[in-house]
């Protein structure tokens, strides 16, 4: 499987531009997982659900399925917080993830910046930057995109040569 990341500092628009690359690789035939990571506490599920007293009573993990999917809920009960590898081991076999997040970790990532945010762009300071979508011409070295140009970016993609597995 192919690795891609979508970084940048919060309400620059890597959730918009996440969901706009999986929509088009996935218009273009190809098999898509995604892995977004979450600073604060994520609960998709909510008090007073089955599987909520399921997971309160202690389950490790609870699958919740029906006729249109199913999502596994797995509690940490004081254990790490598991690593991107441990994770991308989890999903079942694509042609790409786009990992949300992890922004420390080395895996290709594509950075996503805007004039008006207050803070500085990761890629002076991170070599697995490897282009950088914008709403400006950023001084970046490697390929630049317009935030608008996801059928440039998936072209980039889709021209990286990667390992056979992440």
């Known amino acids: 499987m192919n690795v891609i990341g979508i970084v940048g500092w919060k ?3 890597k959730t918009t531009l996440a969901g706009a690359l999986i929509r088009e690789l996935c218009h273009r ?5 995604s892995i977004k990571h979450a600073h604060h ?3 998709v599920d909510q008090p007073g659900t089955d599987s909520y007293h399921h997971r309160e009573a202690g389950a490790r ?3 919740l399925a029906g006729g249109q999917r199913f999502a596994i809920m797995h509690e940490l009960r004081g254990a790490g917080e598991p690593t991107l590898d441990e994770l991308l081991g989890r999903l079942g076999p694509c042609d790409w993830v786009v990992v949300e997040g992890f922004k420390s970790h080395g895996y ?7 004039r008006a945010c207050p803070h ?3 890629y002076p300071n991170d070599a697995s930057i490897i ?11 490697g390929p630049r995109f317009d935030l608008n140009n996801v059928c440039g970016l998936a072209d980039f993609m889709l021209n990286l040569e990667q390992p056979g597995t992440a």
């Open 61 to 63: 993990e609870v699958i």
């Open 11 to 13: 309400n620059c628009g």
């Open 41 to 43: 506490g994520v609960d």
């Open 29 to 33: 035939g190809l098999t898509v997982n």
């Open 131 to 141: 282009a950088v979508a914008a709403d400006y011409a950023p001084d970046f070295a």
């Open 108 to 114: 290709p990532k594509i950075e996503v910046h805007r």
């Open 120 to 122: 500085a762009p990761l």
